[in-house]
């Protein structure tokens, strides 16, 4: 039961994948976002190595809670990848401040400008699985 977490942004993609438990998410590196037939072949190429059995696409809504402008490119992002999926669940989750939190770790950590460049989206993609997987823990524990 691995996951696919995709972080997209208009360089950068981050990926990050569960591990077969759906305790722990794990980054992988970036996909360009560049050229968007190619960033969807890479990512539909992770999804198939990875055996995912779900892709969750981190959804930027403004602070209040409204969709802009970059929540619709990335709703029709996540229709186009749901679309070359072939029927794999493909879900928009709440990305707000994951990619603050992922800036200010790396701050802490003292990272170069440029390995922060390179990491952000990763860690946030990492960050919005992560929550993702505790949730679903907590969830079960419940039942």
């Known amino acids: 039961m691995r996951i696919l977490a995709l972080d997209p942004g208009t360089v950068r993609i981050g990926v990050a994948v569960s591990d077969a438990l759906g305790m722990i998410a794990h980054g992988r590196p970036h996909v360009p976002a560049a050229d968007p037939g190619k960033a969807l072949r890479e990512i539909e190429r992770i999804a198939r190595e990875e055996e995912v059995s779900e892709v969750v696409v981190g ?37 707000r401040l994951t990619t603050a ?14 390995v922060r460049r390179e990491s952000t989206d990763r860690i946030a993609a990492q960050l919005l699985l992560q929550g993702l997987l505790d949730e679903r823990r907590a969830g079960a524990a419940l039942s």
């Open 59 to 95: 959804f930027p809504l403004q602070m209040d809670g409204t969709e802009g402008i970059a929540a619709a490119k990335v709703r029709s992002f996540a229709e186009t990848l749901r679309a070359r999926l072939g029927g794999l669940p493909v879900t928009l989750r709440d990305e």
């Open 101 to 114: 939190r992922a800036v200010r770790a790396l701050d802490e950590a003292g990272a170069s400008r440029r």
